[in-house]
């Protein structure tokens, strides 16, 4: 995708100087035309410079436009190169047999966390997934949505709802490591009473009486919310203005659907649920993956057409099966780029062999602190370096130190 993009670049930049240039031809023709019939009745000779200045000039044009035809053209056989992809190997992958339930509960939940609820009601009655049971249970996905809109929804932008459930929610959240949304709220509170109402209101429902009210149980607060409290308190100077004031950036639209995102995140933590849709992410990493997956197979497919010319099942079999025959890890043989919002945990390979650590193939520490699978340990201690086996001691694959699988320590990320 990336070559098409800049191959796309080069055309559009040819593409303007080639109509620069055919168009000063065409200028200069219109001007050598003009000077033609102005002398026309004195200078033959004249006539006949006009009409070869006339020639060259259709000549530039023709040249800069079939060379232009010709580029647009090589572009047009890339993309078509490039997004000519066999999909069956993917449509027929083995990846989802038996997981017909698992797919359709991974669908209706995926309704359910977007606020289509009557969308995922139809569905579970269609597919049979119980969505009553995912994740808590229905209302509260039906609550998490209704407050986050509430706070999203102008002009009001309530957050009352949302802020006593932070509060009832508020061992959980510390728990969590989310303690700074009841902050936020309380934040975004401020900032709509200083907007509307400004500080001349001395009311309860002031801005200061606000600030008042709540800030001062977060000045002591191990998450450091000191520092922003007091540049709330700056916010104050500027209240008749505050759209022109310094403080303008604090007031942005933007703020309600970042602090709906914030609230609906740690809902989702606390009732247990990933805080984006695992069906969204993965349609999008399988978008990113599927241009490697296929060209990947069609390699296998080649050579296993190669391999079998004479027996058309035996191929047949390795192009439906492809996928499955990449890893005896169950897992693809090269290696898919996603973005750092796409990467949820650490992942650990094993610097000697490669392969992806598991439950069944912990990283191990050694002595001398480099880290390498339980797989490649065993291997390493039952190594043919003299003396390996007696003695049970191996040279680390990193470092001069020796160690025994005895001294190595697991790791836990």
């Known amino acids: 995708m990336d070559s098409l993009i800049r191959d796309c670049d080069k055309l559009a930049k040819h593409q303007s100087s080639a109509m620069n240039k055919a168009i000063s031809a065409v200028d200069a023709c219109i001007r050598s035309l003009d000077e033609a019939r102005e002398k026309y009745h004195t200078s033959d000779t004249c006539t006949g410079n006009s009409l070869v200045k006339l020639s060259q000039s259709q000549e530039i044009v023709s040249e800069q436009l079939r060379e232009l035809y010709n580029n647009v053209n090589k572009y047009g056989k890339h993309v078509e190169k490039t997004f000519k992809m066999d999909l069956r190997v993917i449509a027929e992958s083995p990846a989802f047999d038996g997981k017909r339930e698992e797919l359709a509960q991974a669908i209706m939940l995926h309704f359910l966390r977007s606020g289509d609820f009557e969308l995922a009601r139809r569905f579970s009655l269609d597919s049979g997934a119980k969505g009553e049971e995912c994740y808590s249970t229905w209302r509260q996905f039906e ?106 950036a604090m007031f942005a639209e933007t703020r309600w659907a970042e602090g709906a995102l914030e609230f609906a995140s740690a809902f989702c933590a606390v009732h247990g649920v990933a805080a984006h849709s695992p069906l969204a992410v993965s349609v999008a990493a399988g978008a990113r993956a599927l241009p490697i997956v296929c060209k990947v197979s069609g390699i296998l497919r080649d050579r296993s057409s190669n391999n079998n010319n004479s027996n058309t099942t035996a191929t047949a079999t390795a192009t439906r099966h492809g996928m499955a025959e990449w890893s005896q890890q169950d897992e693809l043989a090269v290696e898919v780029p996603l973005p750092d919002a796409m990467r949820f945990h650490s992942v650990f390979a094993c610097p000697v062999s490669k392969e992806q650590a598991s439950a069944d193939n912990p990283p191990m520490a050694l002595p001398c602190g480099h880290v390498v699978c339980k797989a490649s340990l065993d291997k390493l201690a039952r190594g043919t370096r003299p003396g390996a086996v007696a003695s049970g001691r191996f040279k680390c694959p990193y470092c001069p130190g020796m160690a025994t699988a005895g001294e190595a320590a697991g790791v836990h990320f």
């Not at 949505?145 to 709802?161: T, V, W």
């Not at 309860?204 to 600030?211: D, M, Q, T, V």
């Open 143 to 248: 609550a998490m949505n209704d407050m986050a809109e509430q706070i999203r929804a102008a002009p009001d932008h309530r957050l009352d709802a949302a802020q006593e459930w932070a509060a009832a929610n508020r061992a959980a959240l510390e728990r969590l490591g989310l303690a700074g949304l009841e902050f936020t709220l309380h934040r975004l509170r401020f900032l709509q009473l200083v907007e509307t109402t400004g500080n001349g209101n001395k009311g309860s429902g002031g801005a200061l009486e606000y600030a008042r009210t709540w800030f001062p149980r977060f000045e002591r607060d191990p998450d450091g919310h000191m520092a922003e409290i007091t540049q709330l308190m700056g916010v104050l100077i500027y209240a008749p203005r505050v759209h022109t004031s310094p403080y303008a």
